[in-house]
């Protein structure tokens, strides 16, 4: 059974900040591909960011210079520190860890950007 376990999501006014984090277990870190992905009410679940190969990493545009996804291999954790974060952010953000066909999620966590 994989696990992700994420933390970190909440309500926040525009402009502000918040950090996300994703736990899961040392050999889903090792060999699996983590990213993050969200989805808004009435739309389908985008990509936000993701590690590529090595530490390579890619985001969407609509975040790029604002998002930075980064991990900690001694915790097993993933982070996604959300910086100047717009009304247009409100989505549940949901971790997620992909390695060929494999492809799990975390249980998602809300975030909400209003004021």
Known sequence: QVQLVE?????????ESLRLSCATSENIFRVYTMGWYRQAPGKQRELVAVFTWGANTNYADSVKGRFTISRDDAKHTVYLQMNSL??????????????????????????????
Do not use: I
Not at 7 to 15: A, F, R
Not at 99 to 114: E, F, I, K, M
């Open 86 to 115: 717009k009304p247009e952010d409100t989505a549940v953000y949901y971790c997620n860890a992909k390695w060929y066909t494999y492809n799990y999620w975390g249980q998602g966590t809300q975030v909400t950007v209003s004021s």
């Open 7 to 15: 933390s970190g999501g909440g309500l926040v006014q525009p402009g």
